[in-house]
């Protein structure tokens, strides 16, 4: 799933603030600094989720016979395929 620039920043933005909010956590580095690790971390988790997604995705095309989307068939072997693919990335 595609955020925008905009949207990851809010969320890395509310992330930093709770943490900053917990009395028994004291930041070695300063605000701005741990809310672009946040960010980067967050755009990276995306992103291996898209490719587990386009992966998926290209199993289901790769049968013999077409198999729709949206399809009950297609659903199954979605999470199947997802599933797999996210054992191999040890997740």
């Known amino acids: 799933?595609?955020?925008?620039r905009d949207k990851a920043n809010k969320v890395a933005h509310t992330v930093t603030d709770t943490l900053?909010?917990?009395d028994e956590l004291d930041f070695v580095e300063d605000r701005n600094t741990i809310r672009l690790e946040v960010r980067?971390?967050?755009?990276?988790?995306l992103n291996q989720e898209a490719k587990i997604d386009q992966a998926a995705r290209?199993?289901?095309e790769s049968q013999k016979r077409t198999i729709l989307e949206g399809s009950?068939?297609?659903?199954i072997l979605y999470?199947?395929?997802y599933n797999e693919e996210v054992k191999k990335l040890g997740i």
């Open 40 to 45: 980067k971390i967050m755009e990276d988790l």
């Open 79 to 81: 999470r199947k395929y």
């Open 58 to 60: 290209a199993k289901i």
């Open 20 to 22: 900053a909010g917990i």
């Open 1 to 4: 799933m595609r955020i925008s």
């Open 72 to 75: 009950q068939e297609w659903d």
